[in-house]
């Protein structure tokens, strides 16, 4: 099993930053892809950002050059710090740690609430 805690989300102006963070624990392994995932009301969910373990990141085109994922020196936590917030970055952002060798394994944090204000 793997746990993961969300924490960092809040209420900021346009053009102002937060950082989030994601506390991996459980039966974590090597060899896994930690990523962000936002859900906007009405919308579906959307990769953010994801980090693999040997520190390979990927993001989506949207937050490019705003947003940067990384790892913490001990590897089980996860950062998202983003920049330059615009509105439309209003969502719920989701942890999530996969596997894809066995033992697979593919868990979900509760979200944290990013709110914009413009």
């Known amino acids: 099993q793997v746990q993961l805690v969300e924490s960092g989300g809040g209420l900021v102006q346009a053009g102002g930053s937060l950082r989030l963070s994601c506390a991996v624990s459980?039966?974590?392994?090597?060899?896994?892809?930690v990523g962000w995932y936002r859900q906007a009301p009405g919308k579906s969910r959307e990769l953010v950002a994801t980090?693999?373990?040997?520190?390979?990141?990927n993001y989506a085109d949207s937050v490019k050059g705003r947003f940067t994922i990384s790892r913490g020196s001990a590897k089980n936590t996860v950062y998202l710090q983003m920049s330059s917030l615009k509105p439309e970055d209003t969502a719920v952002y989701f942890c999530n740690a996969k596997r894809a060798v066995s033992p697979q394994y593919d868990f979900w944090g509760q979200g944290t609430q990013v709110t914009v204000s413009s």
């Open positions: 459980g039966s974590i392994f090597s060899m896994n892809t």
């Open positions: 980090i693999t373990n040997s520190s390979i990141t």
